[in-house]
C-alpha cells in the first residue's frame, strides 16, 4: 500500500492534506462553484489543503529543509492523484444533489473548520464529515442517469497543484521565522469569508486571498 511506503512523518502530513478529499469538502466545493475564480484556488489551496495544521505538521516533522522538502516530495503525488479522481466524480455531487442546498452545507462546513482554527471551543462540537453528510441527505434529487465529465478537473488540479507548491515555498522557509498564530488567524477569517459567498452573502471576490496574504506578511518574523 501507498500509506506503508511513506515514513510516519509522511503519513501525517498526507493524512492533513486528503482529508478534504476524503470527507468531501473539496467535491462539494467544486460543484458549488467556491473554486471557480484564480483568488478561490489560491484561498482554498492555502487554507483546505496548505493551512497552518499541514504547516505545522510539515515543521514539526523535519528538522531541516531538506527533510522538509523529502516529506512535500513524498506526499506530492498522492494529492494530485487524489484530486484527480475527486475532480472525476464531483460532477455526480452535481447530478444527484440540489447543488443551491448543497452549498449550505458547504458553508456551515467551512465555517466550522474556520472556528477550530480559530480555537472557538464550540466548533469542536460539530464534525465537518457529518456536515457534509446532514447536507447530501437534505440535498438528494436523483441517482438516475448518472455520469461522468471532465469539468471539474482542471480546478481540481490546479487547486491540489497550487497547495503543492505552497508546501514546497514553506519547506524552504526556517520555521523559526514564522508564527503560526497568524497563519492560523488567517485561515480562519478567510475560511469564513468563503463561507459567507456560499450562504449569498455579496463578498468582493478578491477579499479572501488578500487576508490571506495578509496573514502571511505578519507572521514572518525578521529578527
Not at 48 to 55: C, K, N, P, V
Request: glycine share 8%; with cysteine; aromatic share 8%.
Amino acid at each position: 500500500m501507498v500509506l506503508e511506503q511513506l515514513d510516519d512523518g509522511a503519513q501525517r502530513l498526507l493524512l492533513v492534506l486528503c482529508l478534504p478529499l476524503i470527507d468531501g469538502v473539496f467535491a462539494t466545493l467544486l460543484v458549488t462553484g467556491a473554486v471557480s475564480t484564480f483568488s478561490d484556488i489560491v484561498s482554498v489551496a492555502l487554507t483546505i489543503f496548505t493551512g497552518a495544521g499541514a504547516i505545522a505538521v510539515l515543521y514539526s516533522e523535519s528538522e531541516t529543509r531538506d527533510e522538509a522538502l523529502s516529506l512535500v516530495n513524498q506526499v506530492a503525488p498522492v494529492v494530485l492523484l487524489g484530486a484527480l479522481l475527486v475532480g472525476l466524480i464531483a460532477p455526480v455531487f452535481d447530478q444527484i444533489f440540489y447543488v443551491s442546498r448543497l452549498k449550505y452545507a458547504a458553508g456551515l462546513a467551512l465555517l466550522a473548520i474556520s472556528g477550530k482554527l480559530a480555537d472557538v471551543s464550540l466548533a469542536d462540537k460539530f464534525s465537518v464529515p457529518a456536515i457534509i453528510v446532514t447536507g447530501m441527505v437534505l440535498s438528494f434529487r436523483s441517482a438516475a442517469d448518472i455520469s461522468f465529465g471532465l469539468e471539474y478537473v482542471l480546478p481540481a488540479l490546479l487547486t491540489s497543484g497550487t497547495a503543492v507548491g505552497a508546501l514546497y515555498l514553506a519547506s524552504r522557509v526556517q520555521r523559526e521565522n514564522l508564527s503560526l498564530e497568524y497563519i492560523r488567524g488567517g485561515g480562519a477569517v478567510v475560511l469564513a469569508v468563503i463561507s459567507a459567498s456560499l450562504f449569498g452573502y455579496n463578498v468582493p471576490s478578491n477579499l479572501s486571498l488578500a487576508v490571506f496574504m495578509i496573514s502571511l506578511a505578519l507572521s514572518y518574523n525578521r529578527s
